[in-house]
């Protein structure tokens, strides 16, 4: 079993603190050289889900892997609970006093994590080949929700929540649009503070 780390927004830091989120996607980094001159892949039949997971070895992990939330963060040394260690979790704070400074979760420290996940299954698909039922696993809840400024309401159809929310964290450099190959990684918490 190895354990590594792993980014969550603050949306689905929450999403796995309320019970909602089991899946993440991540975007596979692929090599030049499995590309044809015209950026096509080579030799598409093989790009199979169970093919390319044995293939390359993802980087989050492996079935029983354990993955360790990186958050965002802020010192708190007026921290009255003991078991707070001086730090405060943007998810879910509901302070009087805000932070000066929340620090990036790429800078949280491993003793500082609070949400350790095991890894139940890792498979590999295109980005727009997510089910409805991988959506709700990825978090997807049914109340108004401020998209990047977009409000989706009760009823929204769960891939235009998922579609928003992907182009919020990705979509600079792998837009929905682009329907990059993902690792779809299921997990199970197994700690959490």
């Known amino acids: 079993m190895k354990e590594r780390p792993i980014l969550m927004s603050t949306t689905m830091i929450q999403a796995i603190l309320d019970g909602r989120k089991t899946q993440t996607r991540r975007v596979i980094k692929l090599s030049r050289s499995w590309f ?49 260690n001086g730090v405060i979790y943007k998810a879910g704070y ?4 805000i932070p000066d400074k929340w620090r990036p979760s790429i800078f949280l420290p491993r003793k500082f994590s609070r949400i350790t996940l095991e890894i139940t299954e ?18 997807c809840w049914w109340d108004t929700f401020n998209m990047g400024g977009k ?28 329907d990059p190959w993902v690792w779809a990684i299921t997990f199970k918490v197994i700690r959490q503070q």
Not at 94 to 97: F, H, T, V
Not at 158 to 177: A, T
Request: hydrophobic share 30%; with cysteine; glycine share 8%.
């Open 36 to 84: 044809d001159e015209n950026g096509k892949l080579l030799d598409t039949n093989y790009w199979k889900g169970e093919d390319l997971v044995k293939t390359i070895k993802c980087p989050y992990g492996q079935v029983g892997d354990h993955l360790w939330c990186k958050e965002t963060w802020a010192s708190d040394c007026t921290c009255e609970n003991p078991e707070c």
């Open 94 to 97: 509901a302070g009087k006093i």
């Open 122 to 139: 890792v498979r590999v698909q295109r980005l727009q080949e997510i089910s409805e039922a991988d959506i709700i696993a990825e978090g």
């Open 151 to 178: 409000l989706l309401h009760q009823g929204d159809v769960p891939d235009i929540w998922y579609r928003h929310l992907w182009n919020s964290i990705n979509g600079k450099k792998y837009p929905w649009e682009s």
